[in-house]
């Protein structure tokens, strides 16, 4: 999990999931008050674990012939990947 790079302090999971829905708003450190950026790297990570399994699996692995069932399974991939991706971007702390 990602740690603030002034301090060490570890940010939450949940902090760090947070700021994916909201437009990748930066983070700012509990402790010390250091404001950390997502890196471009990671926001392709984020895109990688969540829309583009969801739309593969959509629209090219699906062997489901019932639209709705298809549409939930993507869904169910989508909030698994943003799930896991908390564990797996890093922030960056900006000047």
Not at 24 to 30: D, G, L, S, V, W
Not at 45 to 70: A, D
Request: a positive charge.
């Amino acid at each position: 999990m990602q740690k603030c790079e002034k301090c060490n302090t570890h940010f939450s999971w949940s902090k760090i999931y947070e700021s994916f829905w909201l437009n990748y708003k930066p983070i700012n450190c509990n402790e010390c008050d250091t404001t950390h950026k997502i890196t471009t790297p990671s926001r392709l990570i984020f895109v990688s674990l969540t829309i583009l399994p969801m739309l593969t699996f959509g629209y090219f692995l699906s062997p489901f012939s019932n639209g709705l069932l298809t549409l939930g399974i993507a869904i169910f991939i989508l909030i698994i990947g943003s799930l896991l991706a908390p564990f797996l971007v890093t922030y960056k702390g900006s000047l």
